[in-house]
Nanobody
Framework: QLVESGGGLVQTGGSLRLACVVS????????IGWFRQAPGKEREFVSA????????YYADSVKGRFTISRDYTNDTVYLQMSSLEPEDTAIYYC?????????????WGQGTQVTVSS
């Protein structure tokens, strides 16, 4: 099970840190990714971190603004989001991800809403 939290309403240029708490499986066995779905759009890949935390990957749209990390002590994957833009408004989800194809591999959590006002 994956549970997302940390979303909210921020102004353009603001920051948020999302958290994805994992339970029911061992975090260090899997790559974890963040995805988002904006109103009227398909869900898209945002970022991923591999099983040992040494490799990360970002969509071009967030590169340089978002940072993914993982904390094995509390089975949590974080997405630090800075310089937020209205285009980042979406529901954000985490999931186990297939490394390299960036496709989700498993069930989704309930997501957390991020709204960036202009």
């Amino acid at each position: 099970q994956l549970v997302e939290s940390g979303g909210g309403l921020v102004q353009t240029g603001g920051s948020l840190r999302l958290a994805c708490v994992v339970s029911g499986f061992t975090l260090d066995d899997y790559a974890i990714g963040w995805f988002r779905q904006a109103p009227g759009k398909e869900r898209e890949f945002v970022s991923a971190i591999n099983w040992n935390g040494l490799n990360t990957y970002y969509a071009d749209s967030v590169k340089g603004r978002f940072t993914i990390s993982r904390d094995y002590t509390n089975d949590t994957v974080y997405l630090q989001m800075s310089s937020l833009e209205p285009e980042d408004t979406a529901i954000y989800y985490c999931a186990v991800v297939n490394w390299g194809s960036w496709s989700p591999a498993g069930s989704w959590g309930q997501g957390t809403q991020v709204t960036v006002s202009s």
